[in-house]
Nanobody, 124 residues
Framework: QVQLVESGGGLVQAGGSLRLSCAAS????????MGWFRQAPGKEHEFVAG????????YYSESVKGRFTISRDNAKNTVYLQMNSLKPEDTAVYYC?????????????????WGQGTQVTVSS
């Protein structure tokens, strides 16, 4: 079992930045691929970014590529999502995700563990 707790969400103006964190507890964090999804009101979960257990493989959705950066610190059992150049369409609840396989996503059904989510609101 892995418990995931997100933090760092909030309200920011368009063009601004936020850094989300996801702290993991439970079984060995470094054995899991980690990632981020988001869900806007009335929409399904959307894959945002993923990172392999060792950090050697990183991948993004086209909608955030070049603006968001995912990273992890296995010594701190934490994964991060640095979000720059935020747009109003980035507004959503952001969820941390863990997968026992080689990678997270893109389908939410493949995720083994979810965090509770953190709200990100980008004003125009």
């Amino acid at each position: 079992q892995v418990q995931l707790v997100e933090s760092g969400g909030g309200l920011v103006q368009a063009g601004g930045s936020l850094r989300l964190s996801c702290a993991a507890s439970g079984r060995s964090f470094s054995n899991y691929a980690m990632g981020w999804f988001r869900q806007a009101p009335g929409k399904e979960h959307e894959f945002v970014a993923g990172i392999s257990w060792g950090g050697g493989s990183i991948y993004y959705s086209e909608s955030v590529k070049g603006r968001f950066t995912i990273s992890r610190d296995n010594a701190k059992n934490t994964v991060y999502l640095q979000m720059n150049s935020l747009k109003p369409e980035d507004t959503a609840v952001y969820y941390c995700a863990a997968d026992k396989g080689l990678r997270v996503g893109p389908l939410p059904s493949s995720v083994d563990y979810w965090g509770q989510g953190t709200q990100v609101t980008v004003s125009s």
